[in-house]
């Protein structure tokens, strides 16, 4: 098959993915299309996504919004054209604290700092923090973690649910995550919502070798075979149905939404306040 008809068909079936479900990381298309066996799982056909990816945007046939770069955004300085404007921004942020009367406190961490925009989209209308770990946390963020969970309260039940890649790191990071934290006094429930072994067979998700740099390789291929699974694989529908089924199952959503009827009386007085200044 030529370069030139492999890339057509590259393009054609990222864009029916892309259609239905936007944005996408580059990696997160590379492996629909690994999952739908138009390419093979190796570096060369994820340079040859990524290389289609930016053709196919720069000739618009497909929009530049449905693909995102979480790993390189601008920091920007926030500034304001005057007080009114200021006040505006004000009114734009006001949320009240989504935690008052729940029954219990939780926060999503992720592995992938690639995937923040899809969990930041869903768990923002809840008011859900979500930690992004890129791997193993450092012992300063565990720490943070700590104080920020144990200033909830002793006695209100704290949950750490994570997300991250299937393979003899992403499996020991419970354990991790665990300990360090107990390290500090802090013994929140920390459940691993995916990536699983189940899903891997499941949803029949493209797999890679184990890295045999990694010493926690040994047990892990013992018990599931010589496999590794990022999250990124992880079909975004279900992905996102996932994150939503573990929000609703812990928190009270009647709750939730007598604090936006609040919040709604609170930004309409505040909204009076600005007009006044």
Known sequence: MSKHRKTKIILDMAEKILAQHNPMTV????????????????????????????????ERIIPWEWIEDRLRRPRVVGMWDNLSDFGNTVLKAY???????QPCYFEFWLEKDALSGLFEALLKPYGVTLNVGRGFDGWD?????????????EEEETAILYFGDFDPS?????????ERLKFFYCEPEICKCALTFEDVKQY?????????????????IAKYGDIA?????????ILKARIIEEIKERMDLDELENIKRTEKIERERLSQVIRDF
């Open 27 to 58: 990696r997160q298309v590379y492996y629909q299309l690994v999952s739908r066996q138009v390419i093979e799982n190796n570096r060369g056909q994820y340079q040859a996504v990524s290389n289609a990816l930016v053709y196919a945007r720069k």
């Open 95 to 101: 949320r009240r604290n989504t935690w008052i009367n």
């Open 141 to 153: 963020s565990i720490r943070n973690a700590a104080n920020r969970l144990l200033e909830v309260g």
């Open 170 to 178: 992403g499996e020991d990071m419970v354990r991790s995550l665990r």
């Open 204 to 220: 029949n998700l493209p797999t890679d070798f184990t890295k045999a740099s990694d010493t926690r390789s040994k047990d892990f």
């Open 229 to 237: 699974v990022e999250l990124d694989a992880l079909p975004s529908e």
